[in-house]
């Protein structure tokens, strides 16, 4: 059994798992081995579930042996967000108040995983309530690359665990960037679906309008197989849109050729190494076909800093039933959020809404004279924990490392972040690529193709 098994890709596998050159137990006992060699150092999992992962993975050899697959995930082990309901299993969502609460019923997302044959590892750490903090009581993961470095939040665990061989994909949500920042941070491919595109049925929610389920992989094929699986339409969730759910890893090898990519000349706030995985990212996806075209992005910075109330809103509505009454439970951070959401009238709700409209009307015109559109994740390519914590979080601060993703979030844009560079101190450095609504295969490809010309998505932090 090759040495590097923890890090081959999902789709090398499940191609492999196929073939039975490799069983289920074996690659989830390797797994597991890795996880309790690493895993006390790293934070990145909120609880693992040994037994339960072997004999899921016995019973998925068994399917094997019988001439039976479950699915294109069959066999592989994966990890999810502790936000995601699993039956029996403890689900927190990061918060004190949820350690001891366990589901009957699995998320939508996750008996969809199990239905595609794979392998549940366990729960991934995560921020309290997916907001931009981990609980005073967890210890936060920490960043495989470089320990001095911010891991992303708030799918901290999902980013970490998926970069260091913990787990071959994990899923992670996206609220205001939160699949974005730890997939540049760790060096992974992220995919924020268009909303609707994925149920949340089942996914405690932040801010429920906002809220987006994706994968986060190591490379664009593999979040296109976890993509087809997971999306769709869903009696729980009548926002899930009734669409049928394309072959996105059967498309992913269509290229770039012809596709317009919009190229944003007014950046602001950009450091000298997200500008590079920018600029090299056009470069490569230009000679991959694609034509690049200027565009002038819609001012961002206000739907940025307005996200903190449209968000802390939704969160007062999701915790009713235990905020104020158990805020001492809270952490100080979640807990600010929510009472500027519990502060707004309905006034300000109204102003908060047109202006969300407004933004999403206004990132759609940019996106009409285009196929894709090329955008940093965050201007700051790779900040340092000593330097988040000496900028602090203001509303200003964090709305500035908001820029360029809590909009999407709001105009419910699907987003693919890849890997594009690295900085001195050796962490990734990422971008993302924007979509029309509902063109996950056209961005998909757009990564595979980056992918196929660049081995930046091949890199493995320094173990």
């Given at each position: 059994m090759s040495a590097e098994l923890h890090y081959e890709s999902l789709d090398g596998i499940a191609r492999r798992l196929k073939a039975r050159e490799l069983s289920a137990v074996e690659a989830t006992r390797t797994i597991l081995d890795r996880i309790d060699r690493l895993d006390g150092q790293l934070k990145s999992y909120a609880r693992v579930t040994p037994e339960r992962a072997?004999?899921?993975?016995?019973?998925?050899?068994?399917?094997?042996?019988?001439?039976?697959?479950?699915?294109?995930?069959?066999?592989?082990?994966?990890?999810?967000?502790?936000?995601?309901?699993?039956?029996?299993?403890?689900?927190?969502?990061?918060?004190?108040?949820?350690?001891?609460?366990?589901?009957?019923?699995?998320?939508?997302?996750?008996?969809?995983?199990?239905?595609?044959?794979?392998?549940?590892?366990?729960?991934?750490?995560?921020?309290?309530?997916?907001?931009?903090?981990?609980?005073?009581?967890?210890?936060?993961?920490?960043?495989?690359?470089?320990?001095?470095?911010?891991?992303?939040?708030?799918?901290?665990?999902?980013?970490?665990?998926?970069?260091?061989?913990?787990?071959f994909a994990s899923l992670g949500s996206d609220t205001g960037g939160s699949i974005r920042f730890p997939s540049t941070m760790n060096g992974l491919t992220g995919l924020k679906p268009t909303w609707g595109r994925v149920s949340r049925a089942g996914v405690f929610p932040l801010a429920e309008?906002?809220?987006?389920?994706?994968?986060?992989?190591?490379?664009a094929l593999d979040a296109a197989l976890v993509l087809g699986v997971i999306a769709g339409a869903d009696p729980d969730d009548p926002t899930a849109v009734q669409r049928p759910v394309s072959d996105y890893a059967a498309a992913a090898g269509s290229g770039v050729k012809g596709k317009r990519l919009g190229v944003p000349t007014n950046l602001v706030g950009m450091d000298s190494d997200a500008q590079r995985a920018l600029d090299g990212a056009r470069t490569v996806l230009r000679d991959a076909g694609a034509i690049p075209v200027e565009v002038t992005l819609p001012e961002l910075d206000e739907a940025a800093l307005k996200w903190l109330s449209l968000c802390g809103v939704e969160a007062a509505l999701a915790h009713e039933a235990t905020f104020p009454s158990r805020r001492a439970e809270y952490g100080a951070e979640f807990?600010?959020?929510?009472?500027?959401?519990?502060?707004?009238?309905?006034?300000?709700?109204?102003?908060?809404?047109?202006?969300?409209?407004?933004?999403?009307?206004?990132?759609?015109?940019?996106?009409?004279?285009?196929?894709?559109?090329?955008?940093?994740?965050?201007?700051?390519?790779?900040?340092?924990?000593?330097?988040?914590?000496?900028?602090?979080?203001?509303?200003?601060?964090?709305?500035?490392?908001?820029?360029?993703?809590?909009?999407?979030?709001?105009?419910?844009?699907?987003?693919?972040?890849?890997?594009?560079?690295?900085?001195?101190?050796?962490?990734?450095?990422?971008?993302?690529?924007?979509?029309?609504?509902?063109?996950?295969?056209?961005?998909?490809?757009?990564?595979?193709?980056?992918?196929?010309?660049?081995?930046w998505h091949l890199e493995r932090p320094p173990l």
């Open positions: 072997l004999s899921n993975a016995a019973e998925r050899d068994a399917d094997s042996a019988a001439g039976v697959s479950r699915g294109p995930l069959h066999g592989v082990p994966i990890a999810v967000k502790d936000l995601c309901n699993t039956a029996g299993i403890v689900t927190a969502a990061g918060m004190s108040i949820y350690a001891r609460h366990v589901p009957d019923k699995d998320a939508t997302v996750v008996t969809r995983l199990k239905a595609a044959g794979a392998v549940i590892l366990g729960k991934l750490q995560m921020t309290e309530g997916a907001y931009g903090v981990h609980h005073p009581t967890i210890v936060p993961p920490v960043n495989p690359w470089n320990a001095a470095y911010w891991t992303g939040v708030s799918s901290s665990g999902s980013g970490v665990a998926t970069a260091a061989g913990l787990c309008s906002l809220d987006h389920v994706g994968p986060m992989c190591r490379s807990a600010g959020l929510i009472d500027l959401g519990r502060s707004l009238s309905a006034l300000d709700l109204a102003r908060l809404q047109l202006l969300r409209a407004r933004v999403a009307g206004e990132i759609e015109r940019t996106l009409s004279g285009i196929d894709l559109l090329l955008m940093p994740v965050m201007g700051v390519a790779a900040p340092s924990l000593a330097a988040m914590k000496a900028a602090g979080r203001s509303p200003e601060t964090v709305a500035a490392r908001l820029r360029y993703t809590a909009p999407l979030d709001m105009s419910g844009h699907p987003t693919l972040t890849l890997p594009g560079g690295m900085t001195g101190d050796g962490v990734p450095v990422g971008f993302q690529i924007v979509g029309h609504a509902f063109d996950e295969a056209g961005i998909l490809a757009a990564g595979h193709a980056y992918q196929r010309a660049t081995d």
